[in-house]
């Protein structure tokens, strides 16, 4: 049985403390004090290798003890939750241990390195909630408002049978070929490169919005620059370079179209070279009565296309996602009051919180996660079933 601190409260142990760690705690840090909710998460301890700068993390981000080794951690009577932010290559390992000691597990995406990894974690969550040990994986998109909106408009049936999904996500950050060989480059920590970490999310994303899952798939990768130098030092995305150099083992940008099982057929565009795109998670649905596009870098609004009104009133209306009836922003600010991509975590950890302290199981389950990682592998795989045109 999962352990449970006094009545209400969910005191939460995290791993990893860069980019996502910082993410996540500010999410811990604020969930209650926005949200009427039946626990109180308490941020009871951060774990990091290095003891200096996890010690400095944890009064930075807020938590309330520093500690180096997570099996410890995972161990403790004194912690009910543990919030997965490493890197991929360990996210097995500690998310299994901690379903085994009796801890709810929130992981970061995408779940694992791979289908195996993926296919052991969801053993372990299915025993694991069979006494009452819930789990999730991080796809925090699925928490923005519009994002939210998308799926109730879809599941309301404003657009019909779905005919097309269009997705990309687009990001700039490693283009400059001087920029170093940080983790999320490397295939051994990664599992994968834009395919993994930011294709992952619109695979997750489209499926959710659309209540469809994909079947097939045909892709390809490209790896653009193959060398760069190694990192001296490195935090989150940024980092700095020596002077030695390594391979670059994962792709710089994939590719695919896919079938969805409710009759969609979509594009997927998941890249790092996207010059002057820095962060355009962008999914469009067309629907036989209407259509909806979201664009994150604009993520208070969604675009509608009603085509059922009469011909002379068609046209893409742009909802300002904004007001108190919309999903999340009732508890936020007065109408008309925006927010931004740090919600999407306060949000995440809000219907994590709800679903562990009520008994039913947060979403996405790591069932969905695994999903998503049999799309990244085909995609992987696809690779083989390219066609040269003839010379
Ligand atoms: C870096 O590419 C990154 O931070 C991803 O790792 C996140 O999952 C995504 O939300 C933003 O981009």
Redesign the pocket.
């Known amino acids: 049985m999962s352990s449970q601190g006094s009545s209400g409260e969910l005191r939460v142990g995290m791993v990893g403390y860069a980019?996502?760690g910082a993410a996540h705690s500010q999410a811990w840090r604020t969930v209650n004090r926005v949200f009427d909710l039946p626990a109180r998460a308490t941020m009871v301890a951060v774990c990091g290798r290095d003891e200096a700068k996890v010690t400095e993390a944890a009064a930075r981000l807020g938590w309330a003890e520093a500690v180096t080794d997570w099996r410890a951690l995972v161990a403790r009577d004194d912690i009910d939750v543990i919030d997965v932010c490493t890197p991929g290559d360990s996210h097995a390992e500690i998310a299994i241990a901690a379903l085994e000691a009796g801890k709810h597990v929130l992981c970061?995406?995408p779940l694992a390195n791979t289908v195996e990894e993926a296919r052991a974690m969801v053993a372990a969550a299915a025993k694991a909630r069979a006494v009452g040990v819930r789990s999730a994986c991080g796809f925090?998109?699925r928490r923005v408002p519009a994002v939210s909106l998308m799926r109730n408009l879809v599941a309301a049936g404003r657009l019909g049978a779905i005919r097309h999904v269009r997705a990309a996500?687009l990001?700039d950050?490693i283009v400059d070929p001087s920029f170093p060989l940080v983790w999320?480059l490397q295939q051994d920590k990664a599992g994968s490169g834009?395919l993994g970490?930011?294709g992952?999310?619109i695979i997750d994303l489209t499926q959710f919005v659309t209540g469809q899952r994909i079947t097939g798939v045909s892709g390809l990768t490209e790896t653009f620059i193959k060398e760069r130098p190694l990192p001296e030092a490195a935090s989150?995305?940024s980092a700095s370079a020596g002077s030695a150099t390594g391979e670059v083992t994962v792709d710089d940008a994939a590719l695919f179209i896919a079938r969805l099982d409710g009759g969609a057929v979509a594009t997927y565009e998941a890249t790092?070279f996207a010059t002057g795109r820095k962060?355009a998670?962008r999914v469009e649905l067309n629907g036989e009565y209407g259509s909806l596009a979201f664009d994150l870098e604009r993520l208070n609004e969604l675009e509608y296309y009603d085509a059922t009104l009469p011909a002379a009133e068609q046209g893409w209306t742009k909802i300002l996602v904004t007001e108190g009836d919309h999903p999340y922003l009732g508890a936020w600010w007065p109408p008309g009051h925006i927010i931004g991509?740090e919600h999407s975590f306060t949000h995440e950890m809000r219907d994590f919180i709800e679903a562990v302290a009520t008994g039913a199981d947060p979403t996405p389950s790591f069932e969905d996660a695994l999903q998503v990682q049999l799309v990244l592998d085909a995609v992987q795989r696809s690779d083989s079933s390219w066609v040269s045109v003839a010379a």
Do not use: P, S, T
Request: glycine residues 4%; without cysteine.
């Open positions: 980019f996502m970061e995406k925090n998109y996500y990001q950050w999320r834009a970490d930011i992952a999310h989150g995305l790092r962060n998670l991509y």
